[in-house]
């Protein structure tokens, strides 16, 4: 491995703009830790939080944004039994993505799904650990259940609806557009509702209520999520778009026995990671080799050019996953 790489850092907290390319060392891999050398970097929310200065790295972890990619491994660390040196990879990571090389724990890393390419492979690990974390072990979703997933359209929306309807509920979404809501019904929504045009509260209550919502809105959503579940309804919160401070009748939620929970991916353990990543391999990654499901594609952009990747995320046009060349 050379001593430097071409990557790109936050400058400053900022806009798109702060966003500007530099070199810096290559990572070594602790114990329990790959090196990769990255083909493609997946663009995500979180970045776009961590470089306006209200999503700061865990302890330890790089200050460059990114949290997945794929590509080979070129390193290994001692008491790595999996991945070999020069196996393609697609991995989350704790930071450090949009870089030619990155160190990620190996128990982190999942093989690429048979049949696809590293551009599509470095789409999965972000959306899928958040999903699967989220809707089927927090949220515990189950075949029959109406799911009721807001941002449709987004890399975490078009893997729920797809997971969701897969494995058998009534798959229920909000999206920005009708061209957005069409893609999402071809996913497999049973109706994707445009939030400019519906109220998705009228219509889960006409269905009998969310037996589950999944919200990466907040703020104002989150009274009108409660009143649009059914009575023993769980809604889990993974983001806060519109802001984390919002007045709650808590009374409803005791009447109707209601459960609030949420949670971040990024600051959980590298064994609770882990866990998840063997949950993946196991019950999805079956199902993205043969097809089943996939990664829906928005763009891509070189990685010089993150900037541009970020302002097209945050202009809210983008369907799907928005990924760098970095290789």
């Known amino acids: 491995m050379p001593k430097t790489m071409h990557a790109v850092e936050i400058s400053r907290p900022g806009g798109p703009e702060v966003l500007t390319s530099c070199e810096r060392p290559v990572p070594q891999p602790s114990h329990d830790e790959v090196v990769i050398r ?3 970097a997946g663009v995500n929310r979180p970045d776009a939080l961590q470089r306006a200065g209200s999503y700061a790295p865990p302890a330890g972890a790089s200050d460059l944004p990114g ?4 590509g080979a491994v070129v390193a290994v660390g001692e008491g790595v039994t999996w991945p070999a040196v020069g196996e393609d990879v697609c991995a989350l990571l704790p930071g450090g993505g949009y870089a030619e090389y990155v160190a ?3 128990a982190h890393c999942l093989p690429v799904p048979e049949g696809m390419a590293l551009r599509e492979a470095a789409c999965l690990p972000e959306t899928f650990f958040t999903v699967w974390s989220n809707v089927f072990e927090r949220g515990a979703l189950t075949a029959g259940e109406r799911f009721l997933v807001h941002g449709g359209s987004s890399g975490i929306g078009t ?3 797809q997971l969701a309807a897969h494995f058998g509920a009534r798959v229920f979404t909000t ?5 957005k809501c069409r893609v999402c019904e071809e996913l497999g929504a049973e ?3 445009n939030y400019r045009e519906t109220d998705f509260v009228e219509v889960l209550r006409a269905e009998g209520g969310a037996d589950l919502i999944l919200d990466m809105v907040g703020g104002s959503y989150l009274p009108r999520n409660v009143k649009a579940l059914a009575d023993d309804g769980r809604l889990v919160q993974i983001a806060f778009l519109e802001g984390p401070k919002v007045e709650l009748n808590f009374a409803q939620v ?3 026995r209601l459960t609030i929970t949420g949670s971040t991916l990024r600051p959980q353990s590298v064994l609770a990671k882990g866990r998840i990543a063997g949950a993946l391999k196991a019950r999805v990654w079956p199902l993205l080799a043969a097809g089943k499901i996939a990664p829906v594609m928005d763009s891509e952009f070189p990685l010089a050019e993150a900037a541009a990747a970020h302002a097209r995320m945050e202009g809210s046009t983008h369907v799907g996953k928005i990924v760098l060349k970095v290789a």
């Not at 949290?67 to 794929?70: G, K, N, R, T, V």
């Not at 999206?175 to 061209?179: D, P």
């Open 191 to 193: 109706r994707a509702l």
């Open 67 to 70: 949290l997945e990619a794929s």
């Open 254 to 256: 005791m009447m109707r």
């Open 159 to 161: 893997t729920a609806i």
């Open 38 to 40: 990255v083909a493609w």
């Open 104 to 106: 990620t724990p190996a």
């Open 175 to 179: 999206a920005g557009s009708a061209e």
